[in-house]
Nanobody, 123 residues
Framework: QEQLVESGGGLVQAGGSLRLSCTAS????????TGWFRQAPGKEREFVAA????????YYANSVKGRFTISRDNAKNTVYLRMNSLKPEDTAVYYC????????????????WGQGTQVTVSS
């Protein structure tokens, strides 16, 4: 069964750090760009970061630039999102997804999604 599985979420105090992982099982990331999105209660899903298939190009939302870092290890079929200096407004369910379009920030261009992992940042 093909699936993307996110992990690494949890409860952290403001200013803290977390590292999210997105692992593909039953499928490969081969040739696909991968993105992270998040959705807070009552809000629309928003783009967080994306990385090209070979990892040469990365893209960030302005709200996380300088605090979050996306990376990938294709040998492990895993994409990571390192989140530093977390703020209460970063609280959301975080999703990873794949796209054939490199660099896109639109969730409409992502065709395969994980189930999400909850990140809660307390003040």
């Amino acid at each position: 069964q093909e699936q993307l599985v996110e992990s690494g979420g949890g409860l952290v105090q403001a200013g803290g750090s977390l590292r999210l992982s997105c692992t593909a099982s039953g499928r490969t990331f081969s040739g696909y760009a991968t993105g992270w999105f998040r959705q807070a209660p009552g809000k629309e899903r928003e783009f967080v970061a994306a990385i090209s298939w070979r990892g040469y190009s990365t893209y960030y939302a302005n709200s996380v630039k300088g605090r979050f870092t996306i990376s990938r290890d294709n040998a492990k079929n895993t994409v990571y999102l390192r989140m530093n200096s977390l703020k209460p407004e970063d609280t959301a369910v975080y999703y990873c997804a794949t796209s054939v379009v490199a660099g896109t920030t639109s969730h409409l261009d992502y065709d395969y999604w994980g189930q999400g992992t909850q990140v809660t940042v307390s003040s």
